[in-house]
T-cell receptor, first 115, second 113 residues
């Protein structure tokens, strides 16, 4: 069965430093997608980055990059040059196959950026 | 702004009541997904509709039902409400059955008292 594990309930990072949020996954489907979402205190879910299982290169979107290690089944999110506005909950999610957007979410990591 | 509109933003109701949550997807998006976010269960997929037809079902209770109308908006009906149904309910939409991203609405915060 699909499973997403985020082992860091909470993390601190100093402003302007980089931070890595961990995510491991488990699936038997060779085709899958991995997502990261940000949820600020206001509650909305903001899409950050996507990595497909067949993508050869790690995904990047501005200050966000996804460290995809397929053999280890990990998809860590790296945020460079942290900003105070990055303080939020971060969720890793997985979709099996490519015909649906049924996502399985991890339990989330709360990131707090210190000034 | 994701382009997905959910109404109402907040809803407070009593146990045993029935409520309807509404979602308007982004223009052109055919797929609508409903998710529930609660403190004890986290984020859970409930149900997906694609162009009016149910396509995938998750851990949706029998007291809950959904539909997608010809204009592609969707409604999630929650009946015989219990205290444990208090949660944030999200709607998301995407342009196809899959895709590389889906856009989430702001959510409807339901409080059952």
């Amino acid at each position: 069965a699909q499973k997403i594990t985020q082992t860091q309930p909470g993390m601190f990072v100093q402003e302007k430093e980089a931070v890595t949020l961990d995510c491991t996954y488990d699936t038997s489907d060779p085709s899958y997608g991995l997502f990261w979402y940000k949820q600020p205190s206001s509650g909305e879910m903001i899409f950050l980055i996507y990595q497909g299982s067949y993508d050869q290169q790690n995904a990047t979107e501005g200050r966000y990059s996804l460290n995809f290690q397929k053999a280890r089944k990990s998809a860590n999110l790296v945020i460079s040059a942290s900003q105070l506005g990055d303080s939020a909950m971060y969720f890793c999610a997985m979709r099996e196959g490519d015909s649906s957007y049924k996502l399985i979410f991890g339990s989330g990591t709360r990131l707090l950026v210190r000034p | 702004d994701s382009g997905v509109t959910q109404t109402p933003k907040h809803l407070i109701t009593a146990t045993g009541q029935r409520v309807t949550l509404r979602c308007s997807p982004r223009s052109g998006d055919l797929s609508v997904y409903w998710y529930q976010q609660s403190l004890d269960q986290g984020l859970q997929f409930l149900i997906q509709y694609y162009n009016g037809e149910e396509r995938a079902k998750g851990n949706i209770l029998e007291r809950f039902s959904a539909q997608q109308f010809p204009d592609l908006h969707s409604e999630l009906n929650l009946s015989s409400l219990e205290l444990g149904d208090s949660a944030l309910y999200f709607c998301a939409s995407s342009s196809s059955r899959g895709g590389t991203e889906a856009f989430f609405g702001q959510g409807t915060r339901l409080t059952v008292v």
